[in-house]
């Protein structure tokens, strides 16, 4: 048996997979206190007891394994959790289980990788936008390291010409996450995105910043394919903007794929995570079973 | 024996090195015909026979080797030398030789990482500020197949609020190599910027672009050094401006090391490309007897 959890800061998904990488249960727990959630866990994975369990924790992480603070949460706005050894409790709480860690976002690019918008490409941008904007550069099935961390999204841009928000960052005027991330609608109309009508200005802007990100990520990193997750992207017709504005940007420089298949969102919806914490330890071989059961199913 | 080319748009340098990868004969070509430089460049390596030739070739140029047409170039600006299948012609010339191809950007970085910025560092990022902008990455000592790539220099930027001009690119406004390539000094004043004087505003434009750049290049490829080489980075005071720009715009949102080190143009002056090019062909030892020789220059 294998076990996954996509560890995020609002709610923890706990899973179990048979020898086929099948999920046959799962648990949902809110991200409470470091104790009260590593309890949980524990007792979940006592009663399921597995092999190896993968871990997708959101970050900002340590995830340099020469380091002693490898698996602590860095400076997380959540103060419970600030350097909080997550890695380290857990696998003393759990001895014998192999425990493999990554970030969200990269366990999020690897779901998408091998069973979503990745399928027969040789990398994949996965970017999340939600309450922050990060991302994961997937290269020949392995998260790359030193190139995925959540920092990706403080890429700078230039405004549009209506728009007079510089942004939400502390740091830098005008970076993305600071002008298209959840808090940036929040920041300028005190009102959510899903409380502003999909004709809204707000995603005129989103998408202009958007596509310029994407067209700096795209000559950049050159990836196959770019996948957007997060609550924004629930936006409706968001994704099409986004797509028009960056043709009008990049103005075909590069042969890519058509912009249909070039940039989507996540094809497991918001699967992307729990399936990619699981791929992290996964044998070759069962790995090799969930991607032919995956296909199989996406053809029926 | 050793050889190497740094084979530029403009002129061809071709080395030859020991067994101890030391360069103990050179000779420079004017970049004409196809036809000349081959005959030139089989003339001096029939004369001085080398086991390996290493290449760092102007592009673009196909690398992909599973390609027909690897190591052909592509759509240069250089008619003669469009679709030229250069390493196809030079391995028919030079039966018995070893030979190893990669980008005059590539190179560079190569040189860079062994012999001079990239000193004790994980990972280099090459740029060069010329008559282009392009850009090499280097990992762990090797150019990262994918994210190596002339296209670099195609980062999409903000104006400066006093530069009305909006580049020479075109395929997109306001993008790094069409606002801060050599060309767009021209574009702005019919002028060369040998001709403009150290405190003309357009430095004070291209080291706002430069800046803008090198923090997005910063916070999606974690590069611990950037090398800023190139014709443009001759003018004086350019690289400490860009260093100040990079400051005010970056705003110490990560720990980087200081900027005198973070961002430098070469150490190895106009000789990364020729040692880098060397450096693709030389086998681990004698590469080691070179950075070992080359340390200890640099301490005397």
Known sequence: MYGAIEAGGTKFNLALANDRG???????LATGSPQEVL?????????????ALGVGLFG???????????GYL????????????????????LP?????????VNVAGLGEYYLGNGLGKKSLLYLTIGTGIGGGY????????????PEMGHILLRPHPQDS?????????YCLEGMAAGPSIYGRYKKFGQDLDPNHEVWTFLAYYLAQALVSYTVVLRPDQITLGGGVMHSPNLLTRVRENFA?????????????????????????????????????????????????????
């Open 22 to 28: 099948k999920i046959i249960k799962e648990k949902t």
């Open 39 to 51: 309890d949980q866990i524990i007792s979940f994975y006592r009663q399921n007891p597995v092999q």
């Open 60 to 70: 900002p992480v340590d995830l340099d394994p020469s380091r002693e603070t490898f």
């Open 74 to 93: 860095l400076k997380t706005p959540k103060e419970a959790w600030r350097n909080y050894p997550f890695y380290k409790k857990l696998s003393q709480a």
């Open 96 to 104: 014998g289980t192999k425990l493999a860690l990554d970030t969200d």
């Open 138 to 149: 997937i290269l020949k099935g392995r998260p790359l390291q030193g190139l995925s961390h």
């Open 165 to 173: 928000f510089p942004g939400t960052c502390p740091y830098h005027d």
């Open 248 to 300: 009008d940007l990049f103005h075909n420089y590069l042969d890519l794929p058509p912009l249909e298949d070039y940039i989507k969102t996540p094809h497991l919806k918001d699967r992307s995570g729990i399936f990619g914490a699981l791929l992290l330890v996964l044998d070759e071989n069962t790995k090799k079973q969930l991607i032919l059961d995956s296909d199989l199913e996406r053809e029926n």
